[in-house]
């Protein structure tokens, strides 16, 4: 297939590095051939690690059926659970032995402060150990102390006990929500990248590790054609198929009363479907037209991979850094943990009864938070979706689950630095909040600050949503951190204007309202709420006639 690829759209820098030269289009291949059994064998080498393909047809959440198991493990019973925990660690396990024994046995409040917080450092050192080994199967406890930090069992109550023991364990929804010690095996075996805060700064003049960037951003730009020519086809059956029914209606004729041998002419409604087929024959044109310049892309890019590929292996191969993809990401996790908590929050890193205050479904679960994020998108339609191209896609992003007693989710990535177009972005939940929803929308308003900024580039301050947002707080003379003052908005727009409830200024309430519209089922309800919602929907039927919006 390279042999057919074109390079006119190749990034200039590859190009440049390459030697390659944009040439005509080449013929295009029999669309089957993409994505049949050769060519998965092809690309079994160059796809990147962007942690699975996203599906850009998916137009929701599933629903979750079953938040816990009817039976609960037993490995919290297990006598031996904590020596298991600590077992195999080295020194630095008997170090984390030492100062927890003098912190339980502690009886001044005063020693026990101190202890506590000598226990922190250690703690996580510890748990970077057992990071290193979530790349293959680890023992039950240290699963768990990873995923739940849960390091002793009787630090909690026997109900805490069964009701951690029945979370489900596995991801049967498949959905991009990871707890900790599968963040650190997906990273570890490469399923994902690093987060792009703990990128490895190389050598300047290395040509080694220029083919190794380059060849990153050349697999993003990879897998968003591929994603996108697979979301083309899938759409195009879709046409295809409402076409195929339309017409057997078309087809049906009831014989003339008159001359029962002579069928009737076409009904009303046959008419009407006739005109529904000729809008659904242009849309496939359409769609057509659109996969032409996919699949090009597609190939280009492929070519762009495999020719990279080739250079970095006469180079010698990837290139070897110093430190490992699972210890830089160990750091960020402790960082982005921190950051959950806030300075004055609770930073014991154990799962203990003395700090755990949250019923069972305000726990940081996959499957509560997979509710809560339908929930969010019930009322935010676009809350997980990015335009490229003038398509908006969905793009539901990679959540990381952290066992932390904090009450702020972040988002530290909109996307994928090498892949804008369908990569996922990533957030951040504590497991163990106040209020598992609060801590999950702090985090999509940073993602939908993020995204806004990132897609208005220089032009933040002046366009779109982050423009519209930032004019308005220089005109109220605000101080402070505007992306605070934005996630505090956009919660207010999530619990109460959602409802009805006027909390927000007028002009961020029309900013939101035609940036970060309510779904229509929203809509329809406040708009008889209230003339300040029933005047921004009518406004909303003036631009779709005047079809400016």
Same mark, same amino acid.
């Given at each position: ?34 994505? &049949? ?7 079994? =080498?160059?796809?990147?690690?962007? &942690? ?19 039976? &609960? ?27 927890? !024994?003098?912190?339980?046995?502690a009886k001044d ?33 240290k699963k768990y ?33 990871? %707890? ?43 897998? &968003? ?38 069928? =009737? ?69 402790r960082q982005m ?42 009322? =935010? ?23 932390? %007693? ?30 598992? %929803? ?11 600050? !993020? ?17 519209? %947002? ?31 409830? !006027? ?34 929907? !009518? ?11």
């Open positions: 297939m390279a042999g057919n690829s074109t390079h006119g759209d190749m990034d200039p820098e590859i190009a440049a590095l390459l030697g390659t030269a944009g040439s005509g289009e080449g013929p295009l291949p029999d669309f089957s051939d993409i994505f &049949g059994e050769k060519n998965k064998e092809d690309f079994a =080498d160059i796809s990147s690690a962007s &942690g699975g393909d996203v599906d850009l047809a998916l137009s929701g959440f599933p629903p979750v059926t079953k938040r816990l198991e009817e039976k &609960g493990h037993n490995f919290f019973n297990d006598p031996n659970y904590y020596k298991t925990a600590l077992s195999n660690e080295s020194e630095i396990a008997q170090r984390v032995h030492g100062i927890l !024994q003098k912190y339980l046995t409040p005063k020693d026990r402060s101190v202890f506590r917080q000598q226990f922190i450092s250690p703690y996580w050192e510890f748990l970077f150990n057992i990071a290193r080994k979530a790349t293959g199967r680890l023992p039950p406890p102390l990873l995923r739940f930090g849960l390091l002793h069992p009787t630090f909690i109550t026997p109900d805490l006990r069964d009701f951690f023991s029945k979370i489900v364990d596995g991801n049967p929804l498949e959905q991009s929500i990871y %707890y900790l010690d599968e963040w650190f095996n997906g990273i570890g075996t490469g399923k994902m990248r690093s987060s792009s805060t703990d990128e490895v700064r190389v050598a300047r003049g290395n040509v080694q590790s220029k083919y190794q960037q380059l060849l990153e951003k050349a697999q993003g730009k990879f897998d &968003g054609a591929r994603s996108i020519l697979k979301s083309k086809e899938k759409e195009r059956h879709e046409i295809e198929n409402i076409i195929r029914s339309r017409l057997n209606s078309v087809f049906e004729h009831a014989p003339l009363q008159e001359l029962t041998e002579v069928s =009737d002419c076409l009904s009303e409604s046959q008419k009407a479907t006739i005109n529904e087929i000729q809008n659904l024959l242009k849309q496939m044109m359409k769609n057509d037209h659109e996969m032409e310049i996919n699949i090009r892309d597609f190939i280009s890019a492929e070519a762009d991979v495999q020719h990279l590929t080739d250079k970095l292996a006469s180079e010698g191969g990837p290139v070897t850094v110093d430190i490992g993809a699972i210890d830089t990401e160990c750091e960020t996790v943990a921190k950051m959950t908590i806030g300075r004055q929050g609770n930073h014991f890193p154990v799962l203990s009864s003395e700090y755990f205050h949250s019923v069972p479904n305000e726990v940081g679960t996959r499957e509560n938070v997979i509710s809560m994020m339908a929930r969010i998108e019930s009322i =935010d339609s676009e809350a997980f979706c990015r335009i490229y191209k003038n398509r908006l896609n969905r793009i539901a992003p990679f959540v990381l689950l952290i066992p932390t %007693y904090g009450d702020m989710g972040f988002c530290w990535e909109p996307f994928d630095r090498y892949n804008r177009a369908t990569s996922r972005g990533r957030i951040i939940v504590p497991m163990y909040p106040r209020n598992l %929803y609060l801590a999950l929308l702090t985090a999509v308003a940073d993602l939908r600050w !993020q995204v806004a900024k990132e897609k208005a580039s220089f032009y933040w301050m002046e366009e779109g949503l982050t423009g519209h %947002y930032y004019q308005w707080f220089q005109s109220q003379k605000l101080k402070g951190d505007i992306k605070e003052y934005f996630i505090r908005d956009y919660i207010l727009w999530m619990t109460k204007e959602a409802d009805g409830i !006027q909390k927000l200024d007028k002009d961020v309430r029309g900013t939101f309202w035609r940036h970060m519209p309510f779904t229509k089922e929203v809509k329809e309800k406040l708009k008889n709420r209230s003339f300040v919602y029933q005047e921004l929907y !009518q406004r909303d039927q003036n631009r779709a006639m005047s079809d400016g919006y």
